[in-house]
Each structure stands twice: as C-alpha cells, then as structure tokens.
C-alpha cells in the first residue's frame, strides 16, 4: 500500500511496521527541515524590511482606557504563564526557541481587548464558563500602532505573514517563531509597552497585547475587578 501525506506530500510504501515507522521518521525530519527554512525565511524578511525602510516614528498611541480578559479554569488574568510557555500572535514563547537564533529569547504578553464583546468574538474557548475581568491600568501604555507600522512599509504580502494562523492554529503547536512574533520582538526591542491593532472579529473594537515580563510587572500595572462568570446571565 502507497500511503501520502496531504500535508507533506511525502509518499512511502507501508509493507510492515517498519516501513510505518519510517515512514513517520520521514515526515518528522520533513516538518523540522520545512521548520528551519521558515525560520530562517521569516527573520530574513523582518530584518530586510526594518533595514531598508526604518520606522520614522515610535510607540505612539497612549492607552489608559480599561481593557478585558476572559478567563478559563480559575487561571489569573494577569498571568503571563500562558503566553510565556506557548507563545501568541505577538511574542514567542519557549515553544517557538530555536537554536538557530540563540538572539531571539521568550518573551511574555498579556492579550486583551478593548470590549468584553470584543473578547468573546476572539476567544477560542475551552470547556466550561469563562470569568470576566476589567482591567485598569495604572499609567499611560505607549503603543506600537499595527495598522501605522504596516501602511509605512505599504506590502500585502507582511500584512499576509502577520495574519497568518499558527500550525493546527494552536500557538503550542508552532515550533518556530513566526512573522507577527519576529515583528513584535523587534518592535519590542526599540522600546513601547505594547502593540494595538483592530480585531478581526470584531471590528470596531481592538485588541491589545501589552508587553511584560512577569506577573508581578502586570500586577503593579493594573487594577483588576472580577465581573461575572455565566454568559448566558449577561445582560447585552
């Protein structure tokens, strides 16, 4: 039997247990290869457009309007557990380290939204109810605004990179930074608290991914207030 991969488009013949196993040996060594070619593509890229066309502004947009999270499980909403281990749209986690660029580190964000409607459009829920939380912050954030620092360099194809989902769309799952996070840790190096762009879901809020560290930084930043845990008791 000739088995292929959609993904890959490896092919093997599958005759016993072993050609099975090397046949996922082959897939394996594929997806690493395809990983470090990406990598290295993607850091390229940012590094050639920062280069050619150096940012004529900085960290620009002031916030100090409340901003929302929801929370699964009883975690803390001003955690940064999550985005340290897995990574997100704006930060690489220890998921995405790779040795190839020992210049590039973990780095955590906390995500949030300017409207809890805004949080529900883009939330990727697990099972059970989620706890509402506001969060206030205690100072004005400067941020790096997404839709300015795209229009300067004006290429659909890094706005595409940037809109890109990760591997099986699950952050955990992507084992080599890419574009957004290659961005934004650039972005993060010349300083600014954080990144603002419109969501996708809900388009006439934005979301927020403030830069941190540790929780303790995100602790002395905000003021945090419960609201309430069952959706459906939600008055709209």
């Known amino acids: 039997m000739r088995a292929t991969s959609q ?12 050609a099975l196993e090397q046949f996922r040996k082959d897939q394996e060594r594929h997806r690493r290869q395809k990983e470090a070619l990406d990598l290295q593509e993607s850091f390229g890229f940012i590094q050639w457009y920062l280069k050619q066309s150096p940012l004529p ?14 929370m699964y499980g009883g975690a803390s909403p001003l955690s940064t557990a999550g985005s340290l281990g897995a990574g997100g749209r704006f930060n690489s986690g220890m998921a995405q380290m790779s040795a190839q660029f020992p210049q590039l ?11 809890l409607e805004c949080c529900y459009s883009e939330a990727q829920p697990p099972y059970g109810n989620p706890q509402e939380y506001q969060l206030t912050p205690d100072r004005v954030f400067l941020l790096w605004d997404l839709k300015k620092v795209l229009r300067h360099y004006a290429d659909p ?18 084992k080599v930074p890419m574009t957004s996070q290659l961005l934004a840790f650039e972005l993060r190096q010349l ?3 954080g990144i603002i762009l419109p969501s996708t879901k809900c388009t006439q809020d934005l979301n927020i991914a403030f830069f941190f560290q540790s929780d303790n930084a995100c602790e ?5 207030v419960k609201l309430r845990c069952q959706p459906s008791a939600r008055i709209e």
Do not use: M
Request: proline content about 5%; aromatic content about 12%; hydrophobic content about 30%.
């Open 157 to 174: 194809t890094l706005e595409q990179r940037i809109q890109n989902s990760p591997l099986d769309a699950t952050w955990s799952h992507q």
């Open 7 to 18: 993904r890959t488009g490896l092919a093997h013949e599958l005759i016993n247990i072993s």
């Open 105 to 115: 580190r973990a780095e955590a964000c906390l995500y949030t939204s300017s409207t």
């Open 191 to 193: 300083g600014g608290d």
């Open 220 to 224: 002395r930043a905000f003021h945090c």
């Open 57 to 70: 502004f900085g960290p620009d947009f002031q916030w100090k309007e409340p901003v929302y999270r929801l």
